[in-house]
Structure formats: structure tokens, C-alpha cells
């Protein structure tokens, strides 16, 4: 059974930072993608940054975040992070993470996900 599990939401000042964990457990597959997504209050759910599975550990980011969200991996705790800085009041959303099986040199994408987390709150406000 596939697993991920989202933590490290909560409530931060606007400028703050954040870092969330996606803690995966029972996923199968050599090649494969992590994204981070956010659906705020009202709004569809957007993709905002993704790395696969390779060795260079491609990333990609969308151009609303790009620059103050970084996205990681640790592969020994199947853990993806997303560190978030230069917070602001349009981030306030709950934040997924999700994963999908790619065919070998892919580079990692934002959609047709396999399996998704319940998510986790982040709140930027004062």
C-alpha cells in the first residue's frame, strides 16, 4: 500500500519560512517523480515543483515560486522536503505531495500523478 504522508504546514509570518516533508513508504518503481502541489481556499490546485528519481535528481519549478521554494530529496528516508522562503499571504494553502511512475529519462511532471498525500496547512500570515 502507497503512502505519503505530508508534514511541517503551520502558521508563518509573511518573510518567514517553512520546510515540508513527504514521507513515502510502499511505492515500487526505479523511476519515478515527487511533486509538490498547493490548493488554496477557492482556488484549483496548482503544481509547483517536482524531481525525479535519477541520478542528477532533476528538479523543476513553476515561475511563481521559483527562486524562494526549493525542492530536495533524501533518498535513504524516501523523504522529499520543499523549503520555502520569502513566504507571503498568496502561499497560504494546503500543500500535497504526490508521486508517479516515469519511463526511464523522463524528466519529472506535474500531472497524471499516481498517488497523492491528505496534505498539510500552511498559513502565512501576521
Known amino acids: 500500500q502507497v503512502q505519503l504522508v505530508e508534514s511541517g504546514g503551520g502558521l508563518v509570518q509573511p518573510g518567514g519560512s517553512l520546510r515540508l516533508s513527504c514521507a513515502v513508504s510502499g511505492f515500487t518503481g526505479n523511476y519515478y517523480a515527487i511533486g509538490w502541489f498547493r490548493q488554496a481556499p477557492g482556488k484549483e490546485r496548482e503544481g509547483l515543483s517536482c524531481i525525479s528519481s535519477s541520478v542528477d535528481g532533476s528538479t523543476y519549478y513553476v515561475d511563481s515560486v521559483k527562486g524562494r521554494f526549493t525542492i530536495s530529496r533524501d533518498n535513504a528516508k524516501n523523504t522529499v522536503y520543499l523549503q520555502m522562503n520569502s513566504l507571503k499571504p498568496e502561499d497560504t494553502a494546503v500543500y500535497y505531495c504526490?508521486?508517479?511512475?516515469?519511463?526511464?529519462?523522463?524528466?519529472?511532471?506535474?500531472?497524471?500523478?499516481?498517488?497523492w498525500g491528505k496534505g498539510t496547512l500552511v498559513t502565512v500570515s501576521s
Open positions: 504526490a508521486t508517479v511512475r516515469l519511463r526511464y529519462g523522463s524528466s519529472c511532471r506535474l500531472y497524471d500523478m499516481d498517488y
